[in-house]
């Protein structure tokens, strides 16, 4: 069974400094993709970034970069210089190799961006 | 590109009431699963579809189900409604068809979802 762990419920950043959102996961499979999501009040889950359990290279979108500890099991998100519009619950999730469209997802770690 | 759709985006119904969502996902994508946000639980898998079958379901009652259409489209509906019914349906919508969960086409695009409360 897969397991999605993320241990910060809440926390306070400020304005233009980085942040690391903890997920650590737990998994007997070999091929898995690990998800990040972020969720404004209005609800809408937004797609941030997605690494693969084979994919070499720690994935980055824009402001957005996964660090992914394989051997520790841990695919943190960092954000860069955040913005106030990155107020929001942000969620790890993973699917393995026969979840097909089948997401399990953490918790979630609400942040709150202050100027 | 337009983005994964849903609606209605709000619906109150009342306990016994059946209700039916619809999703239409992003051009392209065969994919669209299904997900329960409540405050308690969290987020829950309902069930996904690709290709008009239903390749995986999760732990909810046969009051849950769904369907997809040759375009994609997906509907889920709901019967006999219960007060705990009551939650955010999500929709989410995916291009990958196999195994292959390396770089790109496996990420999963959701809707803005249906607020669905149920009186």
């Known amino acids: 069974a897969q397991k999605i762990t993320q241990t910060q419920p809440g926390m306070f950043v400020q304005e233009k400094e980085a942040v690391t959102l903890d997920c650590t996961y737990d998994?007997?499979?070999?091929?898995?993709?690990l998800f990040w999501y972020k969720q404004p009040s209005s609800g809408e889950m937004i797609f941030l970034i997605y690494?693969?359990?084979?994919?070499?290279q720690n994935a980055t979108e824009g402001r957005y970069s996964l660090n992914f500890q394989k051997a520790r099991k841990s695919a943190n998100l960092v954000i860069s210089a955040s913005q106030l519009g990155d107020s929001a619950m942000y969620f790890c999730?993973?699917?393995?190799?026969?979840?097909?469209?089948?997401?399990?997802f953490g918790a979630g770690t609400q942040v709150v961006v202050t100027p | 590109k337009a983005g994964v759709t849903q609606t209605p985006r709000y619906l109150i119904k009342t306990r016994g009431q059946q209700v039916t969502l619809s999703c239409s996902p992003i051009?392209?994508?065969?994919?669209v699963s299904w997900y329960q946000q409540t405050p308690g639980q969290g987020l829950q898998f309902l069930f996904e579809?690709?290709?008009?079958?239903?390749?995986n379901k999760g732990n909810f009652p046969g009051r849950f189900s769904g369907r997809q259409f040759s375009n994609s489209r997906s509907e889920m509906n709901v019967s006999t409604l219960e007060l705990g019914d009551s939650a955010l349906y999500l929709c989410?919508?995916?291009?990958?068809?196999?195994?292959?969960?390396?770089?790109?086409?496996?990420?999963?695009?959701f809707g803005p979802g249906t607020r669905l409360t149920v009186l």
């Open positions: 579809y690709f290709s008009e079958t239903q390749r």
């Open positions: 999730a993973m699917r393995g190799p026969d979840s097909w469209g089948k997401l399990q």
């Open positions: 690494q693969g359990s084979y994919d070499e």
């Open positions: 051009s392209g994508h065969r994919s």
């Open positions: 989410a919508s995916s291009y990958h068809a196999d195994y292959k969960l390396s770089g790109r086409g496996n990420e999963q695009f």
């Open positions: 998994t007997s499979d070999q091929s898995y993709g």
